[in-house]
């Protein structure tokens, strides 16, 4: 992930959100600043949600939320709801998140 001249590296896994997201690669999207914890994006077209759902958010989680079909990265302590299916991990050190502006064009690549 570009985001100005930072750089964010990331690890999708094998759910079926993940592999969607993965074939409109390379793409660059629209990101907002949520309450200093995460950043998120609105996508144009729901993904092939199949879950398994979950409510053990951790900084760095990658996420999906589908009731708004949108990706989220989370980089702060925070609760979680019950419709997210995480897609993967950032694997940079999550303090780059602090320095960018509240609202970040973020080009995504496959490696």
Same mark, same amino acid.
């Given at each position: 992930?570009?985001?100005?001249?930072?750089?964010?590296?990331?690890?999708?896994?094998?759910?079926?959100?993940?592999?969607?997201?993965?074939? +409109?690669?390379?793409?660059?999207?629209?990101?907002?600043?949520?309450?200093?914890?995460?950043?998120?994006?609105?996508?144009?077209?729901?993904?092939?949600?199949?879950?398994?759902?979950?409510?053990?958010?951790?900084?760095?989680?990658?996420?999906?939320?589908?009731?708004?079909?949108?990706?989220?990265?989370?980089?702060?302590? +925070?609760?979680?709801?019950?419709?997210?299916?995480?897609?993967?991990?950032? +694997?940079?050190?999550?303090?780059?998140?602090?320095?960018?502006?509240?609202?970040?064009?973020?080009?995504?690549?496959?490696?």
């Amino acid at each position: 992930m570009t985001a100005g001249d930072k750089t964010i590296t990331a690890t999708l896994n094998d759910s079926q959100v993940s592999q969607d997201f993965a074939a +409109t690669l390379p793409v660059t999207l629209p990101w907002f600043r949520n309450l200093d914890i995460e950043y998120i994006t609105e996508l144009d077209a729901p993904m092939t949600e199949t879950g398994p759902f979950y409510t053990d958010v951790q900084p760095g989680d990658l996420v999906y939320y589908n009731p708004l079909d949108s990706i989220t990265i989370i980089y702060e302590e +925070t609760s979680s709801v019950p419709t997210l299916t995480k897609m993967g991990e950032i +694997t940079s050190d999550l303090d780059v998140f602090d320095d960018l502006p509240d609202n970040v064009k973020m080009r995504i690549e496959a490696a």
